[in-house]
């Protein structure tokens, strides 16, 4: 088992900057994927960056590019997602997630084994 404890959400002004974080614990030798997911009401849940060990690949969606960055510190077993230039179109529950076998694609939230509770980040235009 993997525990995943989400933290560094926060209410900013468009163009600000916050840095999440996601604290593991338990087996996370086994984890392929570390990845960031967000879900805005009434959306579906959306990747947004992963991290695979295997190659220290990162991956990031689209709209998220040049803004967004993915990484992670392995003596602290800590994931981290870095957000600058945030817009209001950012605006959503932010969750952690891991996956332990390799995955058809790391934007599709069912092949992820382990969840954080969420962190919630509110942009204000």
């Known amino acids: 088992q993997v525990q995943l404890v989400e933290s560094g959400g926060g209410s900013v002004q468009a163009g600000g900057s916050l840095r999440l974080s996601c604290a593991a614990s338990g087996y996370t030798y086994s984890i392929y994927y570390w990845t960031w997911f967000r879900q805005a009401p009434g959306k579906e849940r959306e990747g947004v960056a992963a991290f695979y060990t295997g190659a220290g690949s990162t991956y990031y969606v689209d709209s998220v590019k040049g803004r967004f960055t993915i990484s992670r510190d392995n003596a602290k077993n800590t994931l981290y997602l870095q957000m600058n230039s945030l817009q209001p179109e950012d605006t959503a529950m932010y969750y952690c997630?891991?996956?332990?076998?390799?995955?058809?694609?790391?934007?599709?939230?069912?092949?992820?084994?382990?969840w954080g509770q969420g962190t919630q980040v509110t942009v204000s235009s």
């Open positions: 997630a891991a996956a332990h076998r390799y995955v058809r694609s790391w934007r599709i939230s069912s092949e992820y084994n382990f």
